[in-house]
């Protein structure tokens, strides 16, 4: 596996700070409108940046798009009753792309400790925190 910077695997931290900014409504609107979304991703990069989360427009890019990606495949299989597959994050992921709510997901997610760090990406006050 590559361990250059493209490479770079994503943490569970930041693919949550990653999941927060990407359900800003204003990001979500921006995003629906275009295809051409490089200076989208590199708003998203540079909200990543200030918490010390160093990606660039690219990876978030990437990144964005695989998890929608899983997302779909998931949320298309569970509607045609054909899989019992999971992912990580998939209340989060379906809160934006089924258009329900965080605060629907956060309620709906098993896992506390899970619940409670989604806030929290960088240190562990276990505040919410303003990306």
Known sequence: METGERGKHWT?????????IWSDKNIQQQLEGTVRNKRIFEQVAARLQKFGIDRDWKQCRTKYKNLKHEYKS?????????????????NELDAILGHGTMEQASKSD????????????VCTC?????I
Not at 110 to 121: D, G, I, K, Q, T
């Open 126 to 130: 276990r505040k919410r925190h303003v």
């Open 74 to 90: 998931i949320k298309n299989g569970q509607d045609s009753g054909s899989t019992s597959r999971s992912m990580k994050f998939f």
């Open 12 to 20: 569970v931290n930041e693919v949550r700070a990653l999941i927060h």
């Open 110 to 121: 098993n896992e506390e400790s899970e619940r409670v760090n989604f806030f929290c990406y």
